[in-house]
């Protein structure tokens, strides 16, 4: 480099704005996968030959958000919850889904602390949403979609598998 000249550093590439456009794809791959904005709050199941059955549970559906789990039909035979899952709240005017929690009563608070670093904060969410994201891309592999979906009826709402 010559004197007088400047170089001018690439820009970087943050974990916030990492965060942000995995927060943005979760929303495209939901949205195009399950459609949950227009799915009435209950349970839906994603059947798939071969594979396992996913569950979509949409919890609440508000005017700017959605909240759902995603969750196989399946327990873990340690906690009696549905495991892995994903706690996700879609917000429809921003076009972005975030997890909030991946396990029943484990919210950030209860893995991080009351007073977490930002910077541990930020890692923990961009795990979870990274977790996410990977997941939808494997379900969209298997053949998940919008014509896998249906609502689970009362009767077969009951059947589980425990993992050992």
């Known amino acids: 480099m010559t004197a007088g000249t400047t170089r001018n550093p690439a820009p970087r590439f943050s974990r916030f704005t990492w965060l942000m456009e995995t927060y943005a794809e979760n929303f495209s791959r939901l949205s195009r996968m399950f459609q949950p904005q227009g799915l009435?709050?209950?349970?839906?199941?994603s059947r798939v030959p071969?594979?396992?059955?996913?569950?979509?549970d949409v919890l609440a559906q508000h005017p700017y958000t959605v909240e759902l789990r995603l969750s196989y039909r399946m327990l873990d035979d340690a906690t009696g919850q549905p495991?892995?899952?994903a706690y996700v709240r879609l917000?429809?005017?921003a076009r972005q889904a975030e997890v909030t929690?991946?396990?029943v009563?484990?919210?950030?608070?209860?893995?991080?602390g009351v007073h977490p670093s930002i910077k541990a904060m930020l890692n923990h969410r961009l795990r979870m949403n990274a977790f996410l994201n990977k997941w939808?891309?494997?379900l969209d592999g298997e053949g998940h979609g919008p014509h896998t979906i249906t609502a689970v009826e009362p009767s077969e709402d009951n059947e589980v598998v425990?993992?050992?």
């Open 40 to 45: 009435p709050e209950g349970r839906y199941v």
């Open 50 to 56: 071969g594979g396992l059955e996913l569950l979509v």
């Open 83 to 85: 495991d892995p899952s």
């Open 91 to 93: 917000y429809r005017d």
């Open 101 to 103: 929690h991946c396990y």
């Open 105 to 112: 009563g484990r919210h950030w608070q209860d893995v991080l």
């Open 136 to 138: 939808l891309e494997y």
């Open 162 to 164: 425990v993992c050992a």
